[in-house]
């Protein structure tokens, strides 16, 4: 699950159990140029709940929660470094664009650490606030669980001037938030919209501009089905297995 595009679009990393295994693991797929490869266990066997990888803006590396640590690996799962943000987990990391600060969750807060210096973007109403994706240098996404315990999905700033999207509701759950693009105009999410959904929970779209919706079933009868799509994610550069 949580899968992530490498820059170039050859890589994907994502979190799985191992067969046989209880603990998270984090692994990798390579596109080989005809099919992607049969993805590689980077942490291994180690005992800890390995979760939430991302790739850096170069590619270079991965950012990802070992044991509720932040944890940064090269492609190989040589461990690089990792980040001390005080009290509890630290969750969910993402890199900023600068490739050295890094928004996360702790505490039920979003939060950023840069420069060794943690400080809290985020802690506004609501029971819980995860998942931060940043789209710029100043912005970005995040989902808050609302005091109904539904999720909905917020845009903020760095000065924590966070704000709901439109489509937001009391009803159902927004989550999950991944841009296309640059996330202004377009943006993924996953949804519990009963009205047009079809699983649990579905990926769809939205156009921030137009304010419209759209389940990817709709686009892609493959893409949606019975089961829980969650987690998505979005590459212009990703390569596709050749027919035969």
């Given at each position: 699950?949580?899968?992530?595009?490498?820059?170039?679009?050859?890589?994907?990393?994502?979190?799985?159990?191992?067969?046989?295994?209880?603990?998270?693991?984090?692994?990798?797929?390579?596109?080989?140029?005809?099919?992607?490869?049969?993805?590689?266990?980077?942490?291994?066997?180690?005992?800890?709940?390995?979760?939430?990888?991302?790739?850096?803006?170069?590619?270079?590396?991965?950012?990802?929660?070992?044991?509720?640590?932040?944890?940064?690996?090269?492609?190989?799962?040589?461990?690089?470094?990792?980040y001390s943000v005080g009290d509890?987990?630290?969750?969910?990391p993402y890199f900023m664009p600068?490739?050295?600060?890094?928004?996360?969750?702790?505490?039920?807060?979003?939060?950023?650490?840069?420069?060794?210096?943690?400080?809290?973007?985020?802690?506004?109403?609501?029971?819980?606030?995860?998942?931060?994706?940043?789209?710029?240098?100043?912005?970005?996404?995040?989902?808050?669980?609302?005091?109904?315990?539904?999720?909905?999905?917020?845009?903020?700033?760095?000065?924590?001037?966070?704000?709901?999207?439109?489509?937001?509701?009391?009803?159902?759950?927004?989550?999950?938030?991944?841009?296309?693009?640059?996330?202004?105009?377009?943006?993924?999410?996953?949804?519990?919209?009963?009205?047009?959904?079809?699983?649990?929970?579905?990926?769809?779209?939205?156009?921030?501009?137009?304010?419209?919706t759209w389940n990817l079933y709709?686009?892609?009868?493959?893409?949606?089905?019975?089961?829980?799509?969650?987690?998505?994610?979005?590459?212009?550069?990703?390569?596709?297995?050749?027919?035969?």
């Open positions: 699950m949580n899968g992530h595009f490498s820059p170039d679009g050859r890589h994907i990393v994502f979190m799985g159990s191992q067969k046989g295994e209880k603990d998270w693991d984090i692994f990798i797929t390579t596109f080989d140029g005809i099919r992607w490869a049969d993805p590689v266990n980077l942490t291994g066997l180690n005992g800890k709940r390995d979760e939430d990888p991302k790739f850096s803006p170069d590619g270079a590396s991965i950012i990802y929660k070992s044991d509720g640590v932040l944890t940064q690996m090269d492609l190989n799962g040589k461990v690089i470094s990792t509890g987990e630290a969750s969910m600068n490739g050295t600060d890094i928004l996360f969750e702790n505490s039920k807060e979003i939060k950023m650490i840069s420069k060794g210096v943690v400080r809290t973007i985020w802690g506004g109403p609501g029971l819980s606030s995860y998942y931060p994706i940043a789209i710029s240098s100043n912005a970005f996404y995040f989902t808050q669980t609302q005091s109904n315990k539904t999720d909905r999905v917020m845009f903020s700033d760095l000065a924590g001037n966070a704000t709901p999207l439109f489509f937001d509701s009391t009803v159902w759950d927004s989550s999950d938030p991944f841009p296309f693009e640059n996330g202004m105009r377009y943006l993924f999410y996953v949804t519990t919209n009963r009205e047009t959904g079809f699983g649990g929970y579905d990926v769809a779209v939205a156009d921030l501009r137009l304010k419209k709709t686009l892609n009868r493959k893409i949606n089905t019975s089961m829980e799509e969650l987690g998505p994610a979005w590459s212009s550069t990703a390569h596709y297995p050749k027919t035969v």
